[in-house]
């Protein structure tokens, strides 16, 4: 090493004017570089004889450079310049005197060579040109790219680069071609045509026709109509149609099966098959939006036997609208059963609530709460409604014996009372804030004196399949245009679902991913509203895992999930939607900064970083902790088994937990991921350890119960806990309720019963030509016996 940098130091010392110099000092060098050790071997710039190596794409991470070739008779070989500045870039016909050069990894000296010593110079933009075309050859289209490229940036201008880059594009894409990706063959040729379009406009266009008539094929067998379509309608805008035979034929290809399922749904229709007949005729106009006579039949229909389909993504098992943990049951209960009360939304001082037999009134004071009751303004059956059976059902769920017995409402009341019949009388124990958010109690057909389990809503469940479950009028239409049926289709995923609704297989979507609300809301006939109050999505134990028992390994889980990725990334797929965050605790942070449904969540209380090393750390602390605890009793150390996630069967849960499970793994733990069936949202016990749960904490007075307490999805047996909930249900005005509330949310920020996940503004969609389904609505179904179609 030393031996070559005396040597460059020599030859510094002098300024070479002719080729015979220059030749020695390429000798030295490259004697020097002979002696050195391979771990300090350099890229060779100078040579005495031959030529460079073909180094591939190596190449373009050299700097750029020109390279001077020497004739025989100055003694031959070769070196990398700097870049020349010749007029042109390119050798000179007549060149007369002497050409300055500076040498890679000796710019700060200045050589000189005789032009009559110089034979060529192979300039830098030539040999990327070269490598391109030689790559193209090959058919190496990803080799060639990257030469491509920097000829295009560096020398935007260069002759016969456009009909290099157009080559390149024609090649590639029938190279493509005979590969069978006729999508990118399509991508390659559209670029062609919007970059070169003089580039042999005959055969471009014959390229185009049939590309596009394979894919258009290909579309249709796979079922995929929407793109089919939405393609064809691409090609008709972009190009003339006397250029592109596609066009034409596949206008004709899709007018034949349109009129096909008219004809079809026409028949069926005769046959009083309104169910087919309608499938039909939607999927008719589908296919040829401009069928004559298509939405003329569509309605035809629907005023015959209107029916709404409802894509969902899990449908219902067990029916209970008051369920915080399920949201199919959530939605399909509401169908079949009403509710004591309701929720209708959210107002300034918590839920607003509907009494279903009529109204209420309070006491100044809010010591008395009277249910009025107004058969009279009912329909059947809710009308036979007896004040007797109320106050029972209301006094049974204060009693400690009583299945329905929930502590919070016994805690509130103190006598119930009946008055002349016509209502029920509660006086309560203090001034409670909201009393009617303690009553949401699923009213069945006992209540008014039928059987057990008899709906109550405007609908009965009918048929169930695997992935279809039919709900049909109860009782007889209030009118001839009221939906006579509403049909739940379970879709694979959200996307299918917005492929099926634009494809006219459904009419309403019941949840929807962010990306896909926003494509929806591009479309004229679809509309997209999001629900007012979101879902708390979190981690809660559901075993007793002996180390998830322990608080300080559960921070260890919480440090180790990248929560913020997660839902941006995975979930959100990188779009911004306001009101989705990631959350320090079990309650809703609210939409907005004003929102009132946020008064149980502490601003101040920052979600925890993602802090794998510090996982780790507490995982070892952890460890340490209960091997020391073991010691003390003289028991065994629990073993370390893995972690069980179960999470319900949808894509969003599914998504979500393998990101979590991957995450985990990097913490060296073993992670076993339990896909729960369908419409089951809380697994069997000793089936999972922690199950991945979507909230609707929507009144967290009631539900940080139903949430945290020992009964509720947590099972949490923490006296913190414990007291926090105690706490609030004594609170006697809103300023209390919210204290105490914030004091809950510190309390399991710090003893984590759940691992707070994120916070989620989901959003339905519905057809436009869907009247009555409203704006505000907490359930899908809560205006359904409104519904009409247009």
């Known amino acids: 090493m030393a031996a070559s940098v005396f040597m460059l130091l020599l030859i510094t010392h002098f300024e070479f004017r002719t080729r015979r110099w220059l030749t020695v000092a390429m000798w030295l060098l490259v004697c020097a570089f002979a002696f050195q050790t391979p771990t300090s071997a350099q890229i060779v710039n100078y040579a005495d004889s031959g030529r460079p190596e073909r180094v591939g794409l190596e190449l373009l991470q050299e700097e750029p450079h020109d390279i001077v070739y020497f004739t025989k008779e100055s003694g031959g070989g070769w070196v990398k310049v700097v870049p020349l500045n010749v007029r042109g870039r390119r050798m000179p016909t007549d060149p007369r005197g002497k050409l300055r050069l500076r040498v890679i990894s000796l710019e700060a000296r200045n050589f000189a060579a005789d032009w009559d010593d110089i034979e060529d110079i192979d300039f830098w933009e030539s040999r990327l040109e070269r490598e391109t075309k030689e790559m193209i050859a090959k058919n190496d289209f990803l080799g060639a790219y990257p030469f491509l490229s920097v000829l295009i940036r560096d020398f935007p201008n260069r002759p016969g680069l456009r009909e290099l880059r157009s080559d390149y594009l024609w090649q590639d894409a029938i190279h493509r071609a005979q590969g069978g990706d006729f999508e990118a063959t399509l991508a390659m040729l559209e670029e062609l045509h919007r970059y070169a379009p003089e580039y042999q406009p005959d055969a471009l266009f014959r390229a185009l026709s049939g590309v596009t ?13 929407e793109l089919a379509q939405q393609m064809l309608a691409r090609l008709e805008k972009e190009y003339p149609a006397e250029k592109m035979t596609t066009i034409a034929k596949w206008n004709k290809t899709f007018l034949a099966m349109a009129s096909e399922k008219r004809a079809a749904a026409i028949q069926a229709k005769d046959a009083k098959n309104y169910r087919l007949a309608r499938k039909l005729a939607r999927e008719s106009v589908a296919v040829f939006p401009d069928i004559d006579g298509g939405e003329k039949l569509i309605r035809e229909i629907d005023t015959i036997y209107p029916l709404v389909r409802v894509g969902v993504l899990q449908t219902a098992v067990k029916l209970d609208p008051t369920l915080i943990d399920n949201w199919a049951s959530r939605r399909s209960g509401r169908l079949v059963y009403r509710t004591l009360f309701e929720m209708k939304g959210a107002g300034p001082e918590g839920g607003e609530y509907d009494f279903v037999f009529g109204n209420t009134t309070s006491s100044p004071d809010r010591m008395q709460l009277d249910l009025n009751l107004e058969p009279e303004r009912l329909p059947a059956p809710l009308n036979e409604i007896q004040a007797y059976y109320l106050a029972d059902v209301m006094a049974a769920r204060a009693q400690r014996a009583s299945p329905a017995y929930f502590s919070a409402w016994a805690a509130a009341v103190n006598q119930i009372g009946i008055d002349r019949t016509k209502g029920v009388q509660c006086l309560l124990r203090r001034p409670h804030v909201l009393p009617t958010c303690l009553l949401q109690i699923p009213v069945d057909g006992s209540w008014l004196g039928g059987k057990e389990g008899e709906p109550t809503g405007t609908y009965r469940r009918d048929t169930v399949n695997d992935d279809e479950v039919r709900y049909v009028l109860a009782r007889a239409p209030q009118d001839n245009e009221q939906i006579k049926e509403v049909v739940e289709i379970r879709t694979r995923s959200a996307s299918e679902g917005v492929s099926m609704l634009l494809q006219g297989e459904l009419d309403m979507l019941d949840q929807l991913f962010p990306a896909d609300a926003v494509r929806l809301r591009q479309s004229r006939t679809i509309r997209v509203q999001n629900y007012p109050l979101p879902t708390v999505h979190m981690l809660a134990p559901c075993s007793d895992h002996p180390f998830l028992s322990q608080s300080t390994f559960r921070r260890a889980l919480l440090y180790g999930t990248n929560r913020k990725d997660i839902l941006k990334g995975e979930l959100l797929e990188g779009l911004e939607s306001p009101g989705c965050q990631v959350v320090s605790g079990p309650f809703p942070a609210g939409i907005g900064a004003d929102d009132p449904l946020g008064y149980a ?36 150390m629990p073993e370390m088994t893995p972690i069980r996630l179960a999470f319900p069967a949808d894509n969003l849960s599914r998504v979500a937990c393998e990101a979590i499970s991957s995450q985990w793994q990097l913490l060296d733990l073993e992670v076993e991921l339990v896909e729960l069936p369908v419409g089951i949202t809380y697994p069997e016990k000793g089936t999972a350890d922690l199950v991945y749960v979507s909230a609707a904490v929507w009144e967290p007075i009631i539900d940080a119960r139903r949430l945290l307490g020992p009964k509720g999805l947590a099972a949490s047996e923490d006296q913190l806990v414990g007291l926090g909930l105690r706490r609030l249900e004594e609170a006697k005005n809103w300023r209390e309720v919210r204290d105490q509330l914030l004091v809950l949310h510190s309390i399991a920020n710090s003893e984590l019963p759940i691992l707070p996940l994120w916070q989620m503004v989901d959003s339905y969609a519905y057809r436009r030509t869907l009247r009555g389904v409203g704006s505000e609505i907490v359930s899908l179904y809560q205006n359904a016996d409104k519904w009409r179609w247009q």
């Open 213 to 225: 008539d394979r894919l258009m094929a290909k579309l249709v067998q796979e079922g995929r109509l």
């Open 601 to 636: 969540y502490d601003k101040e209380i920052i979600p925890r970083n993602y802090e794998p090393r510090l996982a780790k750390v507490l995982i070892a602390i952890n460890e340490n902790q209960m091997k020391a605890a073991a010691e003390r009793k003289k028991e065994t």
